[in-house]
Nanobody
Framework: VQLVESGGGLVQAGGSLRLSCVVS????????MGWFRQAPGKAREIVAS????????YYADSVKGRFTISRDNAKNTVYLQMNNLTPEDTAVYSC???????????????????WGQGTQVTVSS
């Protein structure tokens, strides 16, 4: 199973980025997906999660109203649209696919089986 993220980069505060994560080697459409981030010196935290068909989503309070998670099951891809970025959003962002099938999104790290390598997002002030 391979997860490959793209779309990270350097952006000014108030700007936008769209992250993509393509999954291969697994039936993408039946598993919840999540986006996590880890800033220097901090623990990894969940940013957003989406259930298998996109009907249910979860957002951390820190990104609610600014970030949008979505998925295209035909393309085996999950997205994270990030708007109105702030320096506090600077981190390595990783996508992950859930360990087991569930109708809902998944919030706990240990419930994710496979992870991408991460993509750096840097927001300058």
């Amino acid at each position: 199973v391979q997860l490959v993220e793209s779309g990270g980069g350097l952006v000014q505060a108030g700007g936008s980025l769209r992250l993509s994560c393509v999954v291969s080697g697994r039936t993408f459409s039946v598993y919840a997906m999540g986006w996590f981030r880890q800033a220097p010196g901090k623990a990894r935290e969940i940013v957003a999660s989406i259930n298998w068909n996109g009907a249910r989503t979860y957002y951390a309070d820190s990104v609610k109203g600014r970030f949008t998670i979505s998925r295209d099951n035909a393309k085996n891809t999950v997205y994270l649209q990030m708007n109105n970025l702030t320096p506090e959003d600077t981190a390595v962002y990783s996508c992950a696919t859930a360990r087991a099938y569930s109708s809902d999104y998944t919030l706990q790290e240990h419930d994710y089986a496979y992870w991408g390598q991460g993509t750096q997002v840097t927001v300058s002030s």
